[in-house]
């Protein structure tokens, strides 16, 4: 059974210019085209678009995916590679949540010192305009 990338954006829940472009960077195969050059999708192509979907979701980087999707090509391979892509980008994320909450801490302390008087005096607008 086969469908047009329309029908692939809507059971991948994947926008039709973003399958386009994993096609073009070779995340996703090219599929095969009818005689009047239309896409035509199947299972397979529903199925690797939810992974990458899903992986984007949890913010690996395209790099990463594509090593993750080789590695899941070789089932009765080692998964210590996957494994240390995975731990790699807990790091990534443990970094970016302690980032974000210094911004909070200091988002938080300007608003908290706002005299919610005039723009002219405002707190907030000052903490942005400041060169850190």
């Given at each position: 059974m086969?469908?047009?990338i329309?029908?692939?954006a809507?059971r991948?829940?994947?926008k039709v210019?973003?399958?386009?472009?994993?096609?073009?960077?070779?995340?996703?195969?090219a599929?095969?085209?009818t005689?009047?050059?239309?896409r035509r999708?199947d299972?397979?192509?529903?199925?690797?678009?939810?992974?990458i979907?899903?992986a984007?979701?949890?913010?690996f980087?395209?790099d990463a995916?594509?090593?993750?999707?080789?590695?899941?090509a070789?089932?009765s391979?080692?998964?210590?590679?996957?494994?240390?892509?995975?731990?790699r980008?807990?790091?990534e994320i443990d970094?970016?949540?302690?980032h974000?909450t210094?911004?909070?801490?200091?988002?938080?302390r300007?608003?908290d010192?706002?005299?919610?008087?005039q723009v002219?005096?405002?707190r907030?607008?000052e903490?942005?305009?400041?060169n850190?």
């Open positions: 086969d469908f047009s329309g029908e692939l809507r991948s829940r994947v210019p973003t399958i386009r472009y994993y096609e073009q960077i070779g995340l996703l195969p599929p095969p085209r005689q009047g050059q239309q999708y299972s397979g192509h529903t199925s690797r678009l939810n992974f979907r899903h984007r979701e949890l913010g980087e395209i995916i594509r090593e993750l999707l080789a590695m899941s070789e089932p391979q080692s998964c210590v590679v996957i494994d240390d892509i995975a731990r980008h807990i790091g970094r970016r949540i302690a974000l210094t911004l909070r801490v200091e988002l938080q300007t608003v010192e706002c005299g919610r008087g002219c005096d405002c907030v607008i903490a942005l305009a400041e850190r």
